[in-house]
């Protein structure tokens, strides 16, 4: 039982790790800002879940309270991110 | 038991964020990504969430872990909206498949205004 449930476990982190290495290629490849910004607001929900699954593996629910801290912190960014691409393209055409 | 349904959940969860982000890395344009990596990165987070919540099955935990899927559910339609706001003013080049963009015809590029004149015929973009 004790097996399953940490082989579980396994394949989902190695799953989590996968996704990780296909948003960082989006990341990298991705050809405009808007591709790189849904790319590492995606990376950052893959955070949060591999800090999800570690506090199940590590029987400490203390680092729910870091989920929180960061999704407060990427909405904030996705938000000013998006506001920067609209402010640069004010920008362009007020010149 | 418990520990069992709340690693099955938990692979479930691995699962649906390991879609979205092929999604994002496999589909052609920004709105198709947008369109894989929210829904999917959701559905995922809250179900890690949730197995965590059985896995420790107290009030405190599941308050928690209530209270962030709530601000998911809220936060992440709002950032990808805001997001593709933007990406369609900066002239985003969509997919060559697509079919029609009704919105074309019906926004004006320079004031970010939205009309609704039914006399415009929409046309296809290809």
Redesign the interface.
């Given at each position: 039982?004790q097996t399953?449930?940490s082989m579980?476990?396994f394949?989902?982190?190695l799953?989590?790790c996968?996704?990780?290495l296909?948003?960082l290629?989006?990341i990298l490849v991705g050809p405009?800002l808007?591709?790189r910004?849904?790319?590492i607001?995606?990376m950052s929900?893959?955070v949060?879940?591999i800090i999800?699954?570690y506090?199940?593996v590590s029987y400490n629910?203390i680092y729910?309270?870091i989920?929180?801290a960061l999704?407060?912190v990427?909405?904030l960014g996705?938000?000013a991110?998006?506001?920067f691409?609209?402010w640069?393209?004010s920008k362009d055409?007020h010149e | 038991m418990s520990e069992l349904i709340s690693s099955i959940l938990g692979l479930l969860g691995a699962l649906f964020c390991f879609i979205a982000a092929l999604g994002v890395l496999r589909m052609p344009d920004i709105l198709l990504r947008m369109h894989a990596s929210t829904k999917a990165g959701t559905l995922g987070i809250s179900l890690l969430l949730i197995s965590a919540a059985v896995h420790f099955g107290t009030f405190p935990v599941t308050a928690k872990v209530i209270l962030i899927i709530i601000f998911m559910f809220i936060a992440n339609p709002i950032a990808a909206h805001v997001l593709a706001r933007a990406a369609y003013f900066i002239d985003i080049p969509l997919w060559k498949g697509t079919v029609i963009d009704e919105l074309r015809e019906h926004y004006d590029q320079k004031t970010h205004e939205l009309g609704s004149d039914q006399n415009i015929p929409v046309k296809k973009t290809h």
């Open positions: 039982m399953i449930i579980l476990h394949i989902s982190v799953l989590l996968g996704a990780a296909l948003t290629a989006r405009t808007p591709d910004v849904v790319a607001d995606l929900i893959l949060m879940c999800a699954i506090s199940v629910d729910l309270d989920i929180i999704a407060l990427t909405f996705t938000i991110f998006a506001q691409i609209e640069q393209l055409q | -």
